[in-house]
T-cell receptor, first 113, second 115 residues
Framework: GNSVTQMEGPVTLSEEAFLTINCTYT??????LFWYVQYPGEGLQLLLK?????DKGSNKGFEATYRKETTSFHLEKGSVQVSDSAVYFC????????????FGQGTRLTINP | NAGVTQTPKFQVLKTGQSMTLQCAQD?????MYWYRQDPGMGLRLIYY???????DKGEVPNGYNVSRLNKREFSLRLESAAPSQTSVYFC??????????????FGPGTRLTVL
């Protein structure tokens, strides 16, 4: 079945550091890939997505590229801020049909000033 | 425009008690979902409803029932709560469209503890 594996957390960085959170997936067919972010006490918000190989999703300075050859969708940001502290989830789904999301376990990110 | 709302925010039950978690969306979306979030496991799909009047099982449906009351509302019922159902429950609704706009919107969650 489909599955998503994320980099183990928690991750702690200093402000303005470079961020990478690794995500790899196993899926049949050609899934869509997502990064969701969860701020403390809130529900999940879509951060970015990519729907086909070599697509790059981007939002709020975050980027991720759909790499079919390595089955990866790593999240990157060049210079993190304290306000980026949150839990980040990688997820996949088939585009056609019910869009049943399969999530990774989440990575807690803390940015220190 | 409130988006996706969930009630209650917190609930404590004793083993064997029943309760219903409520979810409503005001975005006129056809599809709605229930997920549970457990530490270290991400979110897992319990049930979903592709349209009013239809429901289907997700990855972890055992111990739950759902009702799609109308287009706005999708409730999750625990008939006989067990400690293994202690979790945070999220409802979501889906804006369907092109590949670039197709998105799920999540509610704030219900934290349930079963003693």
């Amino acid at each position: 079945g489909n599955s998503v594996t994320q980099m183990e957390g928690p991750v702690t960085l200093s402000e303005e550091a470079f961020l990478t959170i690794n995500c790899t997936y196993t899926a049949t067919g050609y899934p869509s890939l997502f990064w969701y972010v969860q701020y403390p006490g809130e529900g999940l918000q879509l951060l970015l997505k990519a729907t086909k190989a070599d697509d790059k999703g981007s939002n709020k300075g975050f980027e991720a590229t759909y790499r079919k050859e390595t089955t990866s969708f790593h999240l990157e940001k060049g210079s993190v801020q304290v306000s980026d502290s949150a839990v980040y989830f990688c997820a996949l789904s088939g585009f056609q049909g019910a869009q049943k999301l399969v999530f990774g376990q989440g990575t807690r990110l803390t940015i220190n000033p | 425009n409130a988006g996706v709302t969930q009630t209650p925010k917190f609930q404590v039950l004793k083993t064997g008690q029943s309760m219903t978690l409520q979810c409503a969306q005001d975005m006129n979306h056809n599809s709605m979902y229930w997920y549970r979030q457990d530490p270290g496991m991400g979110l897992r799909l319990i049930y979903y409803s592709a349209s009013e009047g239809t429901t289907d099982k997700g990855e972890v449906p055992n111990g739950y029932n759902v009702s799609r009351l109308n287009k706005r509302e999708f409730s999750l019922r625990l008939e006989s709560a067990a400690p293994s159902q202690t979790s945070v429950y999220f409802c979501a609704s889906r804006r369907q469209g092109s590949s670039s706009t197709d998105t799920q919107y999540f509610g704030p969650g219900t934290r349930l503890t079963v003693l």
